[in-house]
């Protein structure tokens, strides 16, 4: 019975507890979990959560689809038990189920648009990189309920972004050769599956997995080419849709698939269907190819399983650019760009100094390039040293910085305030623990690019508010006090080393 129905009548609560009490006591659950969480995360996902009955000490909710379900059980069972019991004493256990299809939806007004999937707190969530229930559907086209929506034909092709324009040195051969390999595989089975290559930005993953997919396509095979915000999109639409299996079976349905920047899936139910696509592929001997900016090892995001399959593959990390390299790229643009534009011309003096200059990732070369493009042909002068100097100075200081691991800082944090790493993730409480931990979340977050949710992980299982709670603590004493200040800024020289 909701509780908004039958259950108001009496007699269901525990221990002498009235219907009406239990009532109160859940839309005070209702109004806590929206203050706690905001009013956009609540509407996405406590919205349509209803009480059915409260019986054996067991509070029955009800949700209309098994995303949400799995996605409360999987992210909020343990908040919404404890902010239940801590109004109702009778409620000391929680069950999630689906219920029953509602009753028909009234007909949309004349002239009133349909629902817009970019919009809203679907929008926001899938912004962040996390899926969102969304509303009853209104009617789709017809193509969608066959079950074929755009979002399963991948995404396209970049046609610059082939085996023909990428420059092979030292640090990307290995990658380049894999990919040549599998691209071109034309026997039984699959190669080195999956393939997985990781690297820093601009350093060429995209470039080789366009190039994988442009051969491979060339050759006749069926390709389809993701980035995981549309792998996400694609999931969360097609369950809104109703047509989870027609996305599942699109997917399982090709000879490769391709995924670019892995490390954004998150989102229970999603993260079991991209470990279940893979697995099928795989197991079906299909190829998989999957691009990161970290090793399979290093994405806490993903469960452990999925992890584990990615790394049974070959995982080749494609290194720095030598400057060797990069004088062959920023070569190979120069001559791109005098093809549209002939009387463009940069000396070797000039273009060595670029070479040297910039040491970032081939992106940064070919910004330099258009920078040299733009002031040639808006002055209408030759490029000089002293110009080029000018022209890509902001480039120049931006260098890749060291990837700092959150291990490395708990370690060093733990070794510099003599305690032990165990105790920086334990429950401790005292103060020559909470210290030091708040110092390794606070360095967690403006040291690496990891999320609060995914620091919070990292740091014992931690909620992502205790971490916002240390680094605006630190941030604030850093402020107060020169000697923490002089402190914290001697562990980022340390680990920045």
Do not use: C
């Not at 706690?36 to 019986?55: I, Y």
């Not at 919404?80 to 029953?100: C, K």
């Not at 991209?274 to 299909?286: E, K, Q, S, Y």
Request: aromatic residues 6%; proline residues 5%.
């Amino acid at each position: 019975m909701r509780v908004d129905g039958s259950l108001a009548d009496g007699g269901n609560g525990d221990n002498g507890s009235s219907g009406q009490e239990i009532s109160a006591a859940w839309s005070r659950v209702k109004r806590r979990l929206r203050a706690e969480l905001g009013e956009d995360v609540f509407a996405s996902w406590f919205a349509r959560l209803e009480l059915e009955e409260v019986a054996g000490g067991t509070a029955r909710l009800t949700v209309p689809t098994r995303f949400l379900k799995s996605w409360i059980e999987s992210h909020y069972l343990d908040r919404v038990l404890n902010t239940f019991r801590s109004e109702a004493e009778v409620v000391q256990r929680i069950e999630v189920s689906v219920r029953g299809p509602a009753a028909p939806a009234r007909p949309v007004a004349p002239g009133a648009g349909k629902p817009n999937p970019t919009s809203g707190p679907l929008a926001r969530l899938h912004a962040a990189g996390a899926p969102a229930p969304v509303p009853a559907p209104a009617p789709e086209p017809e193509s969608a309920v066959r079950g074929e929506p755009a979002d399963l034909n991948g995404a396209p092709l970049d046609v610059r972004l082939t085996f023909a324009s990428f420059v092979v040195g030292r640090s990307n051969a290995l990658a380049h050769a894999a990919a040549e390999r599998v691209a071109r595989h034309d026997g039984e089975g699959a190669l080195y599956n999956p393939l997985y290559f990781h690297a820093g930005v601009g350093l060429g993953k995209t470039h080789l997995l366009h190039g994988i997919g442009h051969a491979a396509r060339d050759a006749g095979r069926r390709v389809i080419y993701l980035t995981a915000d549309r792998f996400m999109y694609g999931f969360v639409n097609a369950l809104k849709t109703q047509n989870a299996l027609a996305f599942k079976e699109r997917l399982r349905a090709i000879d490769l698939l391709i995924l670019d920047d892995v490390q954004f899936i998150q989102g229970k139910s999603i993260q079991a269907e991209f470990g279940h696509t893979i697995n099928a592929l795989i197991d079906a001997g299909r190829q998989v190819v999957v691009a990161s900016d970290r090793p399979p090892t290093e994405l806490e995001a993903l469960d452990e399983r999925v992890r584990s399959r990615l790394a049974g593959g070959l995982v080749v990390e494609i290194g720095s650019l030598d400057e060797q390299l990069r004088t062959s790229i920023l070569a190979a643009r120069l001559a791109a760009v005098r093809a549209s534009h002939p009387n463009f011309e940069v000396s070797p003096t000039v273009a060595a100094y670029v070479a040297k200059a910039i040491t970032a990732n081939g992106r940064d070369l070919e910004g330099a390039v258009n920078r040299l493009l733009a002031h040639a042909t808006l002055t209408g002068t030759a490029v000089t040293l002293e110009t080029a100097e000018t022209a890509i100075r902001d480039l120049v200081k931006n260098r890749e910085p060291k990837r700092i691991k959150i291990e490395d800082i708990q370690k060093l944090v733990a070794s510099r305030y003599n305690v032990s790493r165990s105790d920086i993730l334990s429950e401790r409480r005292t103060a020559a623990v909470v210290k030091p931990r708040q110092i390794a979340m606070y360095l967690s977050k403006v040291l690496t690019l990891r999320s609060l949710p995914e620091i919070g992980r990292r740091f014992g299982g931690r909620d992502h508010t205790t971490v916002l709670h240390a680094v605006r603590k630190i941030e604030k004493q850093i402020g107060e006090d020169a000697v923490l200040g002089d402190e914290v800024e001697l562990l980022k020289r340390m680990l920045q080393d």
